[in-house]
């Protein structure tokens, strides 16, 4: 492969995208003024107030012998509908949960919970005889209802531990530390759009590369460029390369336009330069649909058409559309490439996930395939139809 | 003529589609240096050839050398020496004269020092210099075919198939044209041009083939051709061959 020919290439389609006022509006005015209207829209807003409240338990009781009191605890706390119950290993994963606003609250049941329990059913009028403990609840501060609703509700489940239904004139062994208040980053509804925008924006490449093939093929471009020494490795490297640049320079756009609009990703420098390499690796997938699209249009204006095929089921199932629907992604999703991008992106910029963590090392693994497989398939499909 | 003096050798080339033969058992040979013309009306047969000689269509049957490696098995060694100027033209519109030029020199692997210059050259000759800086969307016609021309030759092939490369341009422009392939000719490109334009092979060509129906039905240097049929021109040889005039015939 002749490195010069590629880029001369590569030149040639980035000169194309830049001249042509259709396909400039397509790749790059679009998604940028979508963030920014997004952004302008939904930024000012707070995230979904929430009638179930996510609480993070810290059970310090799991291996004592007499564990099934704080199971008790837990079953009476998802008995209530209000109440999701999220357990954690430590108290610092379900802190630091707390701190990006994916909890309400955090419960830490101690480990001398089941024998302050054992002390008050053997000796339910002797208080002297209780063994007293303190069950520690740490609050959204930034959430008034959950500082108001969770700790009745909390001990509501207590009571129900402990004597059922009965009433307990003398009290109870185990109290409720003070509820602390811990600060939380508040979320707007454009920080869970924010991550899909940029598949939003570089599904579009599809069309571009349909357009553009198809065009070149009907203008006999693509002939006159196969009477030179060029090699058609060498036209799709070209692709490959213009449109991760392509989609690369979009994505730094897409980021400065949000960035503008206050969004501040959790995340630094390492996963912001995995997003751009996730970006990239889709934008694999991207040409190779494109090429796909141009191996069955017989025109350009049929290709735009038909590239609506692969586009409007990745934006609606993969994008940030994906994120405002609500609930967890299910089978559809995880059928589109694009859903792939957008859930590593929401991964490291709204839990802040690290570059190594299993659910972005997945997706980037899953996307990686999937687009090297789309990309094979377009480059043959366009060699055995796209060319006539 | 020996093999090594030989550009071209076709033996038997047949190409159909489907119910059409387009090219009917051609044979010919092309001396290295030599400025050839294949003459004859629209949908005789000349682009096919050309195709067939360029790697854009695969022969059915028959034998095509160029430059001595066979179009079926080394197309890739015949690239790295030809020049195509097609009829469709085939030019970027988005870019500039100058840079539709630049992209097929640095495909064709010219030594990035002399491009400028020899890009420069060309532009010149070709009257082009005041427009390059222009997108070709904005040029005329044979502005267009001009830009075409310098494109297929800016990498100095050694072998050059030019299809029609002067339709649609004015007289004056045309004349211009002519008098660029022969210098490249002294130069010793060897040139196979396809033309329906009788005067321009008279001018340009050491031989020219006349073809009809996909058969070359005469082959010889104009002079010869029009002193065998007694003709004051290449229209009344072709008239005669074929009973009607290469215009009527388009």
């Known amino acids: ?41 939904f930024g000012s807003f707070g995230g979904n107030e929430k009638t179930q409240y996510t609480v993070g338990l810290v059970d310090m009781n799991a291996e004592g012998p007499d564990h099934h009191w704080s199971q008790d605890l837990v079953r009476n706390l998802t008995a209530n509908d209000l109440l999701r119950v999220r357990t954690y290993s430590s108290n610092g994963s379900a802190q630091d949960a707390l701190s990006k606003g994916d909890l309400q609250a955090v419960m830490v049941i101690p480990a001398n919970f089941g024998t302050s329990c054992d002390s008050f059913v053997g000796n339910p009028g002797n208080t002297s005889a209780w063994v007293r403990t303190t069950v520690q609840l740490y609050l959204d501060k930034g959430s008034m209802v959950a500082t108001q609703a969770i700790p009745p509700m909390a001990q509501q489940a207590l009571s129900s531990t402990l004597v059922g239904n009965r009433s307990q004139a003398t009290g109870l062994p185990v109290s409720f530390g003070s509820g602390s208040l811990v600060e939380v980053q508040k979320r707007k509804t454009f920080d869970y759009m924010a991550p899909g925008l940029f598949a939003f924006g570089a599904i579009y490449l599809i069309m571009s590369v349909a357009q553009t093939l198809t065009t070149e093929r009907d203008e006999g471009l693509l002939r006159r460029l196969s009477t030179t020494p060029m090699t058609a490795t060498e036209l799709m490297a070209s692709q490959v390369l213009s449109n991760m640049v392509l989609a690369l320079f979009q994505g730094v756009l897409i980021f400065m336009m949000a960035f503008a609009v206050g969004y501040r990703p959790d995340t630094g420098p390492t996963g912001l330069a995995m997003a751009f390499l996730l970006v990239s690796v889709f934008s694999l997938c991207c040409v190779g649909c494109g090429l796909i699209t ?24 993969g994008t940030f559309m994906t994120g405002m629907s609500g609930g967890g992604p299910n089978m559809l999703n995880r059928m589109v490439p694009s859903f792939y991008l957008t859930d590593s992106l929401t991964d490291l910029f709204l839990r802040g996930a690290a570059i190594t963590s299993p659910p972005v090392l997945t997706d980037l693994a899953v996307l990686t395939i999937t687009s090297i497989i789309v990309f094979v398939l377009g480059v043959l499909a366009f060699r055995k139809f796209g060319t006539r | 003529m020996s093999l090594k003096d030989e550009a071209i050798r076709i033996e038997g080339l047949t190409i159909r589609f489907r119910d059409l033969t387009a090219v009917d058992g051609l044979d010919l040979t092309v001396g290295k240096g030599e400025l050839f013309g ?16 360029c790697g854009l269509l695969k022969p059915e049957s028959g034998l095509v050398r160029v430059g001595g490696h066979d179009v079926a ?22 870019l ?30 070709m009257s082009l210099s005041q427009d390059a800086g222009r997108k070709v969307k904005d040029y005329s016609g044979g502005m267009k075919r001009r830009i075409s021309l310098i494109m297929a030759l800016v990498g100095e092939p050694s072998i050059s198939f030019l299809d029609e490369p002067t339709t649609g341009m004015d007289p004056q422009s045309r004349r211009a044209v002519w008098d660029f392939i022969r210098g490249l000719k002294e130069k010793g490109m060897t040139i196979v041009l396809t033309t329906h334009y009788m005067e321009e092979a008279e001018y340009l060509c050491d031989r020219v083939g006349i073809i009809d129906h996909g058969r070359i039905i005469a082959l010889d240097p104009p002079k010869a051709l029009m002193e065998r049929y007694g003709a004051k021109d290449l229209e009344e040889v072709f008239l005669q061959l074929t009973g009607k005039k290469i215009r009527e015939a388009a």
């Open chain 2, 73 to 94: 098995h080394e197309m890739g060694k015949v690239k790295q020496m030809i020049g195509v100027c097609p009829q469709e033209m085939g030019i970027f519109p988005f």
């Open chain 2, 38 to 53: 294949l003459l004859g009306p629209n949908g005789a047969g000349k682009t096919t050839t050309i195709k067939v000689l």
């Open chain 1, 294 to 317: 141009a191996a069955v249009s017989k025109s350009a204006g049929a290709a735009t058409g038909i590239s609506f095929l692969f586009i409007l089921p990745m934006l609606f199932l």
């Open chain 2, 96 to 125: 500039t004269g100058r840079e539709n030029v630049e992209l097929f020199g640095d495909l064709a692997g010219v030594p990035k020092g002399e491009l400028k210059e020899r890009v420069d050259g060309l532009l010149e000759r």
């Open chain 1, 1 to 41: 492969m002749d490195v010069r020919r590629v880029f001369a290439l590569v030149k040639k389609d980035l000169k194309k995208t830049i001249r042509e006022p259709a396909l400039l509006f397509l790749l790059i005015l679009f998604p940028v003024m979508m963030t920014l209207m997004f952004g302008i829209s």
